[in-house]
């Protein structure tokens, strides 16, 4: 796991998470599962984003995509970069989430370039930055990957990661979550029967 860069000091990137922890606070608040995530540019935050699932009815939209697409619209739409130029704003930039990227986020912010990313806890189901796979590492992505798309520039790329910032008050979020309880989990299709007072004698359990 690599260490915070030199250019930044322990405190900045605690500063940057307690931003991050912020976006997650809003997304406990509004129901969702609490990651939150910012990106910065220059030393200067250009992106937030917090987990809208349940909001937007979309599983795909985790906090780190939200994040990404407020770049693309505003990069691409509104400023109108070319892709080129989108790629070059990516590849300075740092993202700083609380909970390790799952698998498709890792993968989509090797697509799009960034440079580093900070993390909280670990994702130990999900996670793309080492836990389960390793996408931030260029080693592990096949060489086949972006092949077909016209561009080098959806090529995905390996960026440095660091993990275990405020790794607690992360943990913490999610814990308060699970404890309030989901109110937007699916509900079972049939109600939930209790077994028949017989139902331990088709056991074939052997008594001693």
């Not at 917090?50 to 995509?65: G, W």
């Not at 990069?75 to 740092?94: I, N, T, Y």
């Amino acid at each position: 796991m690599a260490s915070p860069t030199e250019e930044q000091s322990p405190d900045d990137t605690l500063t940057y998470m307690e931003l991050a922890i912020q976006q997650a606070k809003l997304a406990l608040d509004c129901l969702e599962v609490p990651v939150g995530c910012v990106i910065l540019e220059g030393g200067k935050v250009v992106a937030a984003g917090r987990n809208r699932t349940n909001e937007t009815r979309n599983a795909t939209r985790h906090a780190e995509m939200e994040a990404i697409d407020v770049l693309l619209e505003k990069w691409q739409q509104k400023d109108g970069l070319s892709q080129l130029e989108v790629a070059e704003k990516f590849s300075k930039c740092s993202l700083y989430v609380t909970c390790e990227p799952c698998i498709m986020c890792a993968a989509a912010l090797s697509i799009v370039g960034v440079q580093e990313v900070y993390y909280g806890c670990t994702n130990d189901k999900f996670g793309g930055c080492g836990s389960i796979l390793s996408l931030h590492s260029s080693s592990s992505i096949p060489s086949h990957i972006g092949d077909g798309v016209g561009s080098e520039v959806a090529r995905p790329k390996g960026f440095k990661c660091t993990g275990g910032l405020m790794a607690s008050e992360a943990v913490s979020l999610f814990r308060s979550f699970y404890e309030q309880g989901n109110p937007n989990a699916p509900k079972p299709h049939r109600p939930l029967l209790a077994p028949p007072d017989n139902a331990l004698n088709n056991l074939n359990v052997k008594e001693e």
